[in-house]
């Protein structure tokens, strides 16, 4: 499972597909206060990217990956 759902967070882990977007979104709606870790992340889909850019969640953890690392944080914060 690539979108992890805790109470007070949504970790995202490993390569993150289009269908993850989805799980990701509603999370995000339930929970607009929820953090979303991306210290696991390897991949991730550009919808889980628009998913996360349009919500602006709180964002903790930095990527393994420098593509992410480097520009998704940048656009995040």
Do not use: W
């Amino acid at each position: 499972m690539t979108v992890r759902v805790e109470p007070d967070a949504v970790h995202l882990v490993g390569r993150c597909s289009a269908e993850d977007a989805d799980d990701l979104l509603v999370a995000l709606q339930e929970e607009p206060g929820r953090t979303v870790d991306l210290a696991a992340a390897q991949r991730l889909h550009l919808a889980v990217a628009q998913v996360l850019l349009a919500a602006r969640p709180k964002i903790s953890g930095v990527p393994a990956s420098d593509f992410l690392a480097r520009y998704l944080l940048n656009l995040l914060q």
